[in-house]
Structure formats: structure tokens, C-alpha cells
């Protein structure tokens, strides 16, 4: 990363040292030794303790990238697990100090039209936070670093030469079915190689994430816990529960549908696992790209067509290297962005292997770092801190908006087949959301549930959004595959947004088609607005409803489908 511009300090020194604790606490006690006597006092008191948490937080991310890029590294390791084991306490501790001051200060309410919305969030926190709490986020995030390092090291030997299991993904479109079912199978047996660690790895942050929710007066009840946490304010566990039901009832028959047309395409009375990625009527994958220059070039020219501002960001995270896009040994899998929050700016991580699901990740990614970069002039880092539900509106619009043009990476008939599979995942998406949503549901309300307990809740739960793949023979990858999802691991309860925010993006979608210049500008502005309204403001002021029933997934699912009837039309006749 090459940085060229941080935002002055108005208050931390510039020669500050995050890795130092010394300097660290002493930071916070002169926060909480001050005494802010008037509202604008305190105004300036909450931006500078802002400006602390930023710099803290820009520096714990600097760290993550490091230990992702290269998980060989032990240096990067040693030093990520050096901040969370020695600093993190004592910011954790320190910021529950700070928030106590504020929310008993008497001129609080004086500036709750700005930080109102914020000033809920703090008195949450304040209500679960538990100094016990202190050590066990510190032993769950060195488990999540432990796991990370398991799936980093997967690999297997393939056509003559070491390869990571998203490059194998090439093989999973190849149009030779001995060669997909080939590959699926060395990588789910390089999967099931790991299946003991893993399941060791989820019970030992299962159990931590129990004790910190008795810890903070949720008895064994992670799932009560987790919704006040995340500061869920608009929804309940219910209105989730709920969504699974309205996708079983009006998305897995639209994925069956799906899949049985495929499947007669290829002329197949079912489809097996190593069946769903690849072009139903035997044609080569879509190679968009070879190398990640070349993805990045061309992701260039496809957001400079969309909106000249979407063109300049993207060239600024280019310029400053604050990309890595490339598979390799060693890297952690999945993708992700992260935000560098001193500097105002966001970083690109990703394990493109030249297929066309890697065109969408960079869509998604640009779209959240386009949030990132819209939202970078909030005041304060909680505002720059979006709840997952509208973050990944921006993400998921950006595929669907930039999926109409992508002349750059195909010709017209390979863009009918990029969208049509784009489209179809959208629909096929939905059910798996679910089950890792209910899955989840199911198993932090069974506290004392032992591995192969966990085993048959999801062989339950995958036959509820059973989309009429055919398993059999393979019903030990079957129960594992769950494990593939590092989000239960590593972030649990994060997956329902994706679900949510779906629903908003095809909202998004609709509006971009009836006016596109006025849609991009009003989803900029909501993007600006960052973390400072309630959800259902935050959906609004995008032109959308917030609102994940029956009544809004179903018309929507219905647009899905009448455009993927006019893409099958096109594909037709090409």
C-alpha cells in the first residue's frame, strides 16, 4: 500500500505508536481525565476520541491484510496476535470508559440531532459490555486466526502443479463432465481432509461466544445476544425466521426450476454438485481475463463508463496499490474489503483465478469500497461503519448495475450467458442464505450440541432448501458443506444482510433501468449518509423499502424472472 494522503491529526501526535500499549492507554486516559463543559466541548471531545479509535482501527487493519495476503508469514501472524492479545484489551476496556462518560455526561442530549442514532448504539454497548469479556474476544479472535490458517494451507495437486481450491475453480465450468467431477472431488476430499480441525475449530469458538453472552446477561443464548450486539434495532430474530419461510416458499421452487431446466439442457436426469457452474450446453467457461492487471484494467473502464466519480475512486485504489487480486499459495481464501480508517480509504482483497465469478467479486468489492469512499466525510468513525444490511445494498446493486455492461470483458453472446448465470445465482443464493441463517438459529439455541448433533441439524436444514441436486454417494460432503462458509466461523450471524440486502439492491436495479444518471446519484448520496440513520432511513433515502416479507421478495423474484426469460430468448438465437 502506498498511501499519499492521511488527514492531518487534530489531536493524536503524529509520531503516536499503535502497537505501543503505553501510548495507547495513555491516549485514552487523557480522553477521560478531560472535562468538556459545554456542548461544543464535548462536540470536540467525541471527535478526538473518534480520531484515537480511527488511527487503532486503521492500524488493526493493516495487520489483517498482512496476515491474509500471506498466511505463511509468521512475523505478520505474531505481530496481528501481539495487538489483539496486548492492545485490543485495553482498547476494549477504554472506549467502555469513554462511552460511560458520555452517556452520563449532561450535555449529551444537546447534540443528539447529529449523534442521536450513534448515542443508542453507545447505551447498547454499554448494557452488554463485561470486563470477563476482555480475554475471551482476545482467545476468539487468535481461534479465528487459527482457522484462517487451516483453510489458507488447502491445496491440491492438479494437471501437474500445486493449486489453491478457488483456482480449481476453473476446472468446476469446464464442459468435460469427467474433468469437473474430477476436480470437485479432489477439492470437497481436500475439504473433508481438514473436517476434524474444523469441527474443533467451531466448538472452541462456539463455547467462547456462549461464555461471552451469559457473561453479558444472555444465559446460553448467543442468538439474543448477537441481535443486541450488532445493534439490530430494526428487526428480530422473528422477522428472520420469517424470511427462511417466505425463501422456502417462493425461491426453492424458482431453484429447482432452474436447475431442471439445466439439467435437461445437459441432458441429465439430475444434476450432481459438479454440474451447477459450468455452461449447461457444453461450451468453454468464460475467460474474461488472464492475469489480475488485466481484470483491473478492464474493471477500470466499466466503472469510468458508469459514472465518471465510480472511474476516479477506483483509479485512486489502483494508484495507492490498495488492491491484491491475485490467487496464490499461502493467501487466505474469499474475498473481502476492508476499510483503512485513518486514511479514509478502502482496500481490495480477492482470489481472482480468471473465471467469470471473479468479475462479479470485483463488482462487489468496488461497490463496497465506492460506499467507503462516498461515506469517507462522516465525522466520526461510527457513522463510517455501515450495518451490513445497507453495505451490502452497494455491493449487490454494483453486480446487477455494472452486470449491463460488460462489453470490456465479453462479446454479446458471452454477456447473455455472464447475466443469465448472475441472475440465476441471485435466485439460487436466497435458499443458502437461509440455511446458514437458520443454521445458525438452530444451533446457538442447543448450547450443549456435540458435532454430530450439529451433523444432523443441517442434514434437516439442507433438506428444507433442498434444491433437487443429487447427493448421492456423497452424503459425507454433503453434511461438511457447511464448513466451506467462513463466515460461521469467523463472523457469525453475518450472512442474513446478504438475504436483506439483496431484496434492496434488485430494488436498486429496478430504478437504475427506469433512470440511470438519477438512480447512481441518489444511491451515492444514501451512501453518504453512512452509519448516522436507522436502516429503514438509510433504505429510504436510496429510493428503497426496507422490508424483507413475502409481500416484497415475491414481485421481485417475479422481475428476476421475466428477465431471465428475455436473456434465454436472446441466448437462443445467438
Known sequence: MKIDHIPSRNYIAADFDPSQLAQVSAAYEDLAQQNPATPTALRLWILHWSELESILSDYSSRLYIAMTVDTTDAKAAQVFEDFNTQIVPIINASSDKLQRILHQHPHKNDLSAEFGHWFQSVSTDISLFRTENIPLYTKIALETQAYQKITGNMSVNYAGSEKTLAQMGVYLQNPERKTREEAWRLTSQRRLTDQKPLDDA????????????????????????????????????????DFHDAIAQHAVPRVQKIYKRRAKIMDLEALRPWDLHCDPRGLAALQPFET?????????????????????????????????????????????????????LPFIFMNAAGIDGDVYTMLHEAGHAFHQFAMAKQPILAFRNTPSEFAEVASMSMELIASQHLDVFYSPAE?????????????????????????????????????????????????????????????????YWWQKQLHLFEVPFYYIEYGIAQL?????????????????????????????????????????????SAETLEPLLQAVEQELAQLYAQQDLC
Not at 462456539?206 to 448477537?226: H, K, M, W
Not at 466499466?302 to 485512486?316: D, K, M, N, R, S
Not at 451433523?455 to 453434511?479: A, C, N, P, T, Y
Open 292 to 344: 489480475g492487471a488485466e481484470l483491473l484494467d478492464k474493471s477500470s473502464q466499466v466503472f469510468e463508463h458508469l459514472a465518471p466519480q465510480l472511474g476516479t475512486w477506483f483509479a485512486q485504489l489502483r494508484q495507492q496499490n490498495l488492491l491484491d487480486v491475485d490467487s496464490r499459495l499461502g493467501k487466505a481464501p474469499g474475498g473481502y474489503q476492508i476499510s483503512l480508517d485513518e486514511a479514509r
Open 415 to 479: 454477456i447473455v450467458r455472464s447475466r443469465i448465470d448472475h441472475l440465476e445465482e441471485i435466485i439460487i443464493l436466497l435458499p443458502w442464505v437461509a440455511l446458514i441463517d437458520a443454521f445458525q438459529h438452530e444451533l446457538y439455541t442447543r448450547p450443549q450440541h456435540d458435532a454430530e448433533e450439529r451433523r444432523e441439524i443441517w442434514q434437516k436444514l439442507h433438506k428444507r432448501f433442498d434444491s433437487g441436486v443429487d447427493w448421492s454417494g456423497l452424503e459425507l460432503e454433503r453434511d
Open 202 to 241: 467451531f466448538d472452541k469458538l462456539f463455547a467462547l461466544r456462549q461464555q461471552v453472552a451469559t457473561n453479558s446477561g444472555y444465559e446460553n443464548n448467543f442468538l439474543e445476544y448477537i441481535f443486541a450486539a450488532k445493534h439490530r434495532f430494526d428487526y428480530t430474530p422473528e422477522h428472520c425466521r
Open 504 to 548: 434492496g439492491a434488485l430494488q436498486l436495479w429496478h430504478n437504475y433501468r427506469q433512470d440511470p444518471q438519477a438512480t447512481l446519484q441518489q444511491m451515492l448520496n444514501a451512501y453518504a449518509l453512512g452509519n448516522s440513520q436507522p436502516l429503514p432511513q438509510l433504505f429510504a433515502a436510496a429510493g428503497l423499502k426496507f422490508d424483507f
